[in-house]
C-alpha cells in the first residue's frame, strides 16, 4: 500500500485545515489507518487513528475537539479535519496504514509499531 498525504500549507492561527491521504489500494476491513505528526525538534507523535472496520476513535488528547478524522470509502481516501489551529499545531503531518490479517486492538492504534506503511508527510505551519 502506499499513501500519499496532502492539503498541508501556512495557515493562520485559529484557522482550519483538511488533510488527505489517498490510499494506493483498498484497505481491509481488519486494517487501520491513523495520523501522526512531528514537530521539529520532537519525536512523532500520535494524532488520530481508526480501525476500517469501526468502533471508537481515538485522538491524541491535544487534538480532541478541535480534529476530526474521517474517510471516504470510494476513494480510498482519509481525512483530517483541523480547527482551531494553534501554533503548537505545527508540524509534519504523516498518515499511516496497517492491512494485515488481524485487526489491531484499540490501545494499540495510537502506537507507531502498529502501522507497516507510511506517506512521504505534509508540512502545516501555523502562525500566530
Known amino acids: 500500500v502506499q499513501l500519499q498525504a496532502f492539503g498541508g500549507g501556512l495557515v493562520q492561527a485559529w484557522g482550519s485545515l483538511r488533510l488527505s491521504c489517498v490510499a494506493s489500494?483498498?484497505?481491509?476491513?481488519?486494517?487501520?489507518v491513523g495520523w501522526f505528526r512531528q514537530a521539529p525538534g520532537k519525536e512523532r507523535a500520535f494524532v488520530a487513528a481508526?480501525?476500517?472496520?469501526?468502533?471508537?476513535?481515538p485522538y491524541a488528547d491535544s487534538v480532541k475537539g478541535r480534529f476530526t478524522i474521517s474517510r471516504d470509502n470510494a476513494k480510498n481516501t482519509v481525512y483530517l479535519q483541523m480547527n482551531s489551529l494553534t501554533p503548537e499545531d505545527t508540524a509534519v503531518y504523516y498518515c499511516?496504514?496497517?492491512?494485515?490479517?488481524?485487526?489491531?486492538?484499540?490501545?494499540?492504534?495510537?502506537?507507531?509499531?502498529?502501522?507497516?506503511?507510511w506517506g512521504q508527510g505534509t508540512q502545516v505551519t501555523v502562525s500566530s
Open positions: 489500494e483498498r484497505i481491509s476491513s481488519n486494517g487501520a
Open positions: 481508526f480501525r476500517w472496520s469501526g468502533g471508537n476513535t
Open positions: 499511516e496504514a496497517r492491512d494485515r490479517s488481524t485487526r489491531p486492538i484499540l490501545s494499540a492504534l495510537s502506537l507507531a509499531t502498529t502501522y507497516d506503511y
